[in-house]
């Protein structure tokens, strides 16, 4: 194997082809198609890797050989390629190991990590409405997959607010091509300032916003995340918190960088955020149950980082993918630890008792997401509160002083958790009892602290590696050299 | 009296069948009707595309030779996709809503709102009464009094 750049073409031709064979694959042999799926993913992870290791700085393929402004086009940087590892490895980690897994789930999950890294990778506006689609396809199936009632309920209100969200993107995309005449994104940021910069414009960026913003779980329309992550099977929940937001959010933040880069496209990603976090936040506080809390957490941490990405330059880009980067560690890990406890708070008393790796486990992610020093998560929200406070408008200190708000009552409920965790048990409860596929959700939550302890060890060159990724992103007439310059290495 | 420009036309037509279609969205209760609204919403995306590639002066692009002004082939081709997956998605959607019909017997997403919460909030060990949007005291409003009634009738 060479690390040629359209290796990367198979992360996601190699899913998408494995998710359909997968069923016939099963009438031969089942263990083999028990087994295709990981293996696929690993050989990504592999390739994905290599890729990174021979580190060119950012290449372009044209898919079938057709050059970029009509042909479309897969974009290589260090932004795409760190995304395309994480889906491939979180897939791998979130998998459906279990026995009792049907088949049709596997296939779904392959297809949402095809669909992932082609969104991940993509440079073409209508490409990545389709590789939008794909995965939302795939998230119903895979939400509507434990076949209760309320999980149907919750996936059919998933669809309609989810075609609610297409259509708006549909139309936004419709605009932006009656302006421009181009989807390519490297010709529309060309375009951008002379065709863009009007109401019509506008327009465009808030429909596609906020059609993007259903999976990014952006404010307004964000009604389907409690309902769904309390349903839906926890590890399912953990990979469409974890992986799947932050993928729209980085689709979105391409989008806002080279093409919708003006001041009111900003401020409108800062109210939402805003308004996100505050809605978030309270919610969270409010609920009694876990999964509902946690969810509405999720809600409110995905507001900071779009508080992040509305900090002009550089800064506000690298705040956002570091809040994204350690929301995609600690949120995952948090979900399939609250499967172990059931879903209630008032049942998880005296639990530290019963399996004291798990609540310590719960404990450090607490601190981090509220962001305690040594932890990446204060690093995180440091970069966040320094980049606010270098920006001259009001708006921003408004921001500031929201996010610090959010910290309290973030402090306020989480520890409401670790205090019942740690209490002494009135009477032997048996809700701490683990149960089902516990061993496996602990292992792999076990793996996420791992990876978050090592970024506090590891911080400086994590951050030097977030700090030129971000200074590549925002650099957008290398983005446009390259596509254009290369002109398609053909496949 | 003179027709307006077909082009406004076209135009108002499409952006209509997306509000049309938003509006049914947010306003009915009924699942069907609001997967229907979402499809005439899905239309009127579909014509806006197929509207930002067209002229009045051209023709059909199919290549032949002759060199009259063709249509943009591009966003035809994007509707057809987009068509495809509308229609992938509606199913899968119908599917879904027959699902929640067999187990639950009614269409009603007010009535349906409130079993989720309710089985979200058993399943929690929680009052469902706790949640953020009830009222305070023990005072209902007609129209909870209307959906509870209706909930004591089915269970």
């Given amino acids: 194997m060479s690390g040629a750049p359209g290796m990367i073409m198979l992360t996601v031709a190699l899913p998408l082809l494995a998710a359909f064979l997968l069923p016939v694959l099963d009438r031969v042999s089942a263990t083999l198609a028990r087994v295709t799926g990981p293996a696929l993913l690993a050989l990504g992870v592999v390739m994905v890797w290599q890729l990174w290791a021979s580190a060119s700085p950012a290449s372009v393929i044209a898919i079938g050989g057709f050059a970029p402004p009509l042909g479309i086009v897969f974009y290589i940087d260090r932004l795409s390629l760190l995304f395309t590892l994480l889906v491939l490895l979180l897939t791998l980690m979130l998998w459906p190991y279990g026995k009792d897994t049907s088949i049709r789930e596997m296939s779904l999950t392959l297809l949402l990590a095809a669909a992932a890294c082609g969104l991940a990778l993509s440079g073409d506006i209508f490409n990545i409405y389709v590789f939008y689609e794909l995965a939302s396809v795939a998230s119903f199936g895979l939400v509507s997959a434990t076949r209760t009632g309320p999980a149907f309920i919750a996936a059919v209100r998933y669809v309609i607010i989810s075609g609610f969200g297409t259509v708006l993107a549909l139309t936004g995309i419709a605009l932006v091509y009656t302006q421009t005449g181009t989807l390519n994104l490297a010709q529309l940021s060309q375009l951008a300032p002379q065709q863009l910069d009007n109401v019509i414009g506008m327009i465009a960026f808030v429909l596609i916003l906020l059609g993007i913003g259903v999976k990014a779980e952006l404010f307004p329309v964000n009604t389907w995340v409690p309902e769904v992550y309390a349903t839906a099977k926890k590890r399912v929940t953990a990979l469409l918190a974890g992986l799947i937001s932050k993928l729209a959010v980085i689709v979105l933040v391409r989008l806002l960088v080279l093409v919708f880069h003006s001041e009111q496209a900003l401020q409108i990603l800062l109210v939402l955020g805003v308004l996100g976090?505050?809605?978030?936040?309270?919610?969270?506080?409010?609920?009694?149950?876990?999964?509902?809390?946690?969810?509405?957490?999720?809600?409110?941490?995905?507001?900071?980082?779009?508080?992040?990405?509305?900090?002009?330059?550089?800064?506000?880009?690298?705040?956002?993918?570091?809040?994204?980067?350690?929301?995609?560690?600690?949120?995952?890990?948090?979900f399939l630890l609250a499967d172990r406890w059931g879903n209630s708070i008032a049942g998880l008393r005296g639990a530290a008792k019963a399996s004291p790796v798990a609540a310590a486990l719960f404990v450090l992610f607490a601190l981090s997401l509220v962001g305690v020093p040594p932890l990446p998560g204060f690093w995180a929200k440091l970069l966040l509160v320094t980049g606010l406070l270098s920006q001259p408008a009001s708006a921003y200190w408004?921001?500031?002083?929201?996010?610090?708000?959010?910290?309290v009552l973030e402090a306020n409920y989480f520890f409401r958790v670790v205090v019942t965790l740690y209490d002494a048990p009135e009477h032997t409860s048996t809700a701490a009892s683990a149960q089902g596929h516990g061993r496996l959700n602990l292992a792999t939550s076990a793996v996420f602290g791992v990876a978050l302890l090592a970024a506090v060890i590891f911080i400086t060159p994590v951050q030097q590696y977030l700090h030129a990724t971000s200074v590549q992103v925002s650099d957008t007439q290398a983005y446009i050299d390259s596509v254009f310059a290369h002109n398609g290495e053909r496949q | 009296m003179t027709l307006p420009d077909p082009g406004i036309v076209l135009y108002s037509g499409a952006i209509g069948l997306v509000v049309i279609g938003i509006a049914g969205i947010v306003l009915s209760r009924n699942l069907f009707r609001i997967l229907l609204a979402l499809a005439i919403a899905e239309a009127g995306a579909n014509m806006l595309l197929v509207l930002a590639g067209f002229r009045f002066d051209a023709i059909a692009p199919i290549v032949t030779g002759a060199s009259t002004a063709m249509v943009d082939p591009v966003p035809q081709a994007m509707v057809l996709t987009a068509i495809v997956i509308g229609v992938g998605i509606q199913a899968l959607a119908l599917s879904l809503i027959l699902q929640v019909y067999r187990i639950y017997g009614t269409l009603d997403m007010r009535v349906l709102s409130q079993k989720l919460e309710q089985s979200i909030s058993a399943e929690a060990g929680v009052m469902p009464g706790n949640s953020q949007d009830a009222p305070l005291d023990d005072w209902s409003m007609p129209a909870t009094a209307s959906v509870v009634a209706q909930l004591e009738k089915q269970s």
């Fill in chain 1, 398 to 407: 408004l921001a500031m002083a929201v996010i610090l708000l959010a910290t």
């Fill in chain 1, 277 to 334: 976090v505050i809605s978030g936040e309270l919610a969270a506080w409010r609920s009694r149950d876990v999964s509902r809390m946690l969810a509405y957490s999720s809600i409110g941490q995905i507001g900071l980082v779009f508080i992040a990405f509305s900090i002009p330059g550089e800064a506000g880009v690298m705040a956002g993918l570091a809040l994204a980067l350690h929301h995609l560690v600690a949120k995952p890990a948090l």
